[in-house]
């Protein structure tokens, strides 16, 4: 039995360093140490051996057993940071390597004539004026001599708070107003006015 021991130590411990996968060495863990593997067969005829030899073999096929289960422990940490690495190599990103181009959007044609109309009319001595989206009724309506039964006072009119008195911005002529009331007459050669809408 002696024998026995030392030929499964000597035969799993070659086989199990040769290994190259981890299922080849969970299958040598079952072949060797499992409920129906060879060192487990062995121990089974522990039996049939003389009292002042039982110790003496228990004691080497503890020792047998160990030493299997290290060897199949350090193996499997070898197969891991092999696999590790393997996947490391396939999954490596060389930086070096150029990125994709992005592909950048380019301004909508509608803006572009926009942008053409304006450098016109600025180059004519005209200037680009901008204004709030709601503005104060005198300067929407009443400075520019809007009559208060005006068609365009009803349909644009917001009902005011208690403490203002304002109204959507009209489609063209509520900077107008403002400008006026702040620059000396003749200053400039116009105005042109873009509604925010209109951007």
Known sequence: ???????????????????????????????????????TAVLKQMG???????????????????????????QSRILEQAALEAKLTQEAVDVTIPGKPIEVGHKHP?????????????????EIMDGPEIEQESYNFTKLNTPADHPGT????????????????DQGHFCRSGVSGSRRPGSGAGKLQLHPAEY
């Open 1 to 39: 039995m002696k024998a026995q021991l030392e030929a499964i130590r000597k035969g799993a411990l070659e086989a199990i360093s040769a290994t190259q996968a981890a299922a080849d060495l969970e299958a040598l863990r079952v072949k060797y140490l499992g409920k129906k593997g060879e060192l």
């Open 48 to 74: 049939k051996l003389a009292a002042e030899e039982r110790p003496v073999i228990g004691q080497l096929a503890n020792e047998v057993r160990a030493a299997l289960e290290t060897a199949i422990e350090s």
């Open 110 to 126: 509608m803006y572009t004539a926009l942008d053409e109309f304006k450098e016109i009319f600025i180059n004519m001595g005209f």
């Open 154 to 169: 009803g349909c644009l009119h917001r009902p005011p708070a208690p403490h203002e008195s304002g109204s959507a911005a």
